[in-house]
């Protein structure tokens, strides 16, 4: 079992920046990736950055590719994802995911979400 915990939404101005935060804790050691997941009200969740175990940069979704970075802390076991240059449209819950490695079993861990509000 895995267990996620987002933090650092809020209200912010258009052109400001977040800091969000992702602990994870349980069987870690599991982990083939993980990412930060956003859904806006009344659309599909959608994945706006992701990085392996493996190491590696980070990818991003085209449209917060340039704006977003996704980084990690492996001793605390904690993700963030710097926003920066935030739009209107950027406004959505923000979710934390973990996957397993597909040799354990493929499957996803959730957190409980965190609002983003991009407004003026």
């Known amino acids: 079992q895995v267990q996620l915990v987002e933090s650092g939404g809020g209200l912010v101005q258009p052109g400001g920046a977040l800091r969000l935060s992702c602990a994870a804790s349980g069987s870690t050691f599991s982990m083939y990736g993980m990412s930060w997941y956003r859904q806006a009200q009344e659309k599909e969740r959608e994945v706006g950055a992701t990085i392996f175990r493996m190491g590696g940069s980070a990818n991003y979704a085209d449209s917060v590719k340039g704006r977003f970075t996704m980084s990690r802390d492996n001793a605390k076991n904690t993700v963030f994802l710097q926003m920066n240059r935030l739009k209107p449209e950027d406004t959505s819950v923000y979710y934390c995911?973990?996957?397993?490695?597909?040799?354990?079993?493929?499957?996803?861990?959730w957190g409980k979400g965190t609002l983003v509000t991009v407004s003026s």
């Open positions: 995911n973990l996957k397993v490695d597909p040799r354990l079993g493929g499957m996803d861990y």
